[in-house]
């Protein structure tokens, strides 16, 4: 048996500004959802991040954290890109730091936490070096 990721729901204080940072990071437009926003995942199943409002302030948000893997371009360059959208930079781990690859953990604009990882050729190109 398998099963597969349809939605990741996010509560925040305003959907709208935040689904408009989650829209460029994503390069996917905003749509409508029931009670907040929907902004497609893109690939070949259907994948939603969900940006509702916050249904109890004083409830304790979740830790759930979204891993994300540049697809073109290095990890640098992605940092970069998403700090001029209006992340900041938490914390950066390098694995191999010789070799620039690493782990950046950002917030985005209301301070949900996210991970950036080096890009699959940037890890391909350790891994071919490191096999020499």
């Given amino acids: 048996m398998q099963i597969a990721l349809r939605v990741l729901e ?8 935040l689904g408009r940072f989650w829209s460029a990071v994503l390069g996917s437009p905003i749509g409508p959802g029931e009670d907040g926003i ?12 969900y940006l509702v409002e916050e249904r109890d302030s004083m409830r304790p948000r979740s830790r759930t954290r979204l891993w994300l893997n540049p697809v073109q371009g290095s990890l640098v360059e992605e940092v970069e890109r998403l700090k001029a959208l209006g992340a900041t ?20 604009p209301e301070g949900n936490e996210f991970r950036v990882e080096s890009s699959d050729r940037e890890a391909a190109e350790v891994e071919a070096l490191m096999a020499e």
């Fill in 10 to 17: 996010i509560e925040c204080t305003d959907p709208i500004v």
């Fill in 38 to 49: 929907s902004i497609r995942i893109p690939g070949h199943i259907p994948q939603f991040l």
């Fill in 89 to 108: 930079v938490l914390e950066m781990r390098w694995r191999h730091k010789g070799y620039g690859l690493g782990v950046v953990t950002m917030a985005d």
